[in-house]
């Protein structure tokens, strides 16, 4: 059945690191991709997103490319603020919406 | 405007009680869905509403009873809860019926059940 596999947590970085949040997905069709961070108590909030192989999604600083040759969408920024502390859901939707397990970070000044 | 706005935004009831969370959204979208999220957990998805028209129940217990009276609101019954239902409840939307769509969630309810 279709899945996503995202790194495991938690992840601690120093203020102005780059970040990579691996994901990877398993899917029958051509799904489509995002990324979902969820701040400390609060829902869920769209980050990004792609909806075809080689598509680029972008927003807030962040990246993440639909790569169908190695069927990953892995979360790039290039250099993390403390604010960017939460937790970061990768998704895909084909027949049904499937999340990732969820990836913590902190960002610590 | 991308929001969905739920309420309350903390619930604690007993074991006995029944109360309702409360979900709405002025985007014109066509489905809308309730998740349980654990902590630490992603979302679990319990309903899909598609065009006002339950879709998708996935083995939800009967203590939780969705209500979808028009197509910007949703709401969800609870009645007999357990502890075990303690969870943040999670609303989203997307723009037509069909579950392949951007999903848009509102801030969750977190409920306690003592």
């Known amino acids: 059945g279709d899945s996503v596999t995202q790194m495991e947590g938690p992840v601690t970085l120093s203020e102005e690191a780059f970040l990579t949040i691996n994901c990877t997905y398993t899917?029958?069709?051509?799904?489509?991709l995002f990324w979902y961070v969820q701040y400390p108590g609060e829902g869920l909030q769209l980050l990004l997103k792609a909806t075809k192989a080689d598509d680029k999604g972008s927003n807030k600083g962040f990246e993440a490319t639909y790569r169908k040759e190695t069927t990953s969408f892995h979360l790039e920024k290039g250099s993390v603020q403390v604010s960017d502390s939460a937790v970061y859901f990768c998704?895909?939707?084909?027949?049904?919406?499937?999340f990732g397990t969820g990836t913590s970070l902190t960002v610590i000044p | 405007d991308t929001e969905v706005t739920q309420t309350p935004k903390h619930l604690v009831m007993g074991m006995t009680n029944k109360k309702s969370l409360k979900c709405e959204q002025h985007?014109?979208?066509?489905?809308m869905y309730w998740y349980k999220q654990k902590a630490k957990k992603p979302p679990e998805l319990m309903f899909v509403y598609s065009y006002e028209k339950l879709s998708i129940n996935e083995s939800v217990p009967s203590r939780f009873s969705p209500e979808c009276p028009n197509s910007s609101l949703l709401n969800l019954h609870l009645h007999a809860l357990q502890p075990e239902d303690s969870a943040l409840y999670l609303c989203a939307s997307s723009r037509i019926g069909t579950i392949q769509e951007t999903q848009y969630f509102g801030p969750g309810t977190r409920l306690l059940v003592l």
């Open positions: 998704a895909l939707t084909s027949n049904q919406f499937y």
């Open positions: 985007m014109g979208h066509r489905a």
């Open positions: 899917a029958t069709g051509y799904p489509s």
